[in-house]
């Protein structure tokens, strides 16, 4: 993924990233990836397991900053319900 960052810096920057993700049993999705935010200086590398089925979704990620002045760890938690 790429996005780039036209209004919050003088100039133009950007914010790269990729991952993997490996579904094991129909349903525990396993991710690992990493972004780097170039305005902000910043490098992360995350990982994450969950649960997903028809109905909803559950995930726990850690996302982790690298190579920077300020290392900073977050642990996420993300559920979805879908609605059909």
């Known amino acids: 993924d790429i996005l780039v960052d036209l209004t919050s810096f003088e100039g133009v920057e950007l914010i790269m990233g990729g991952g993997v993700e490996y579904l094991a049993a129909d349903s525990i999705p396993l ?5 780097r935010d170039n305005g902000r200086d ?3 590398i995350t990982a994450s397991v969950g649960y997903v089925d ?3 979704g ?3 990620a850690l996302r982790r900053d690298i190579a ?3 290392s900073d760890t977050q642990l996420l938690l993300n ?3 879908h609605v059909q």
Request: charged share 30%; glycine share 4%.
């Open 42 to 44: 910043i490098h992360q």
């Open 58 to 60: 559950l995930d726990f």
């Open 68 to 70: 920077s002045e300020a």
């Open 31 to 35: 991710r690992v990836g990493y972004r």
């Open 54 to 56: 028809r109905s909803f």
């Open 79 to 81: 559920f979805r319900y």
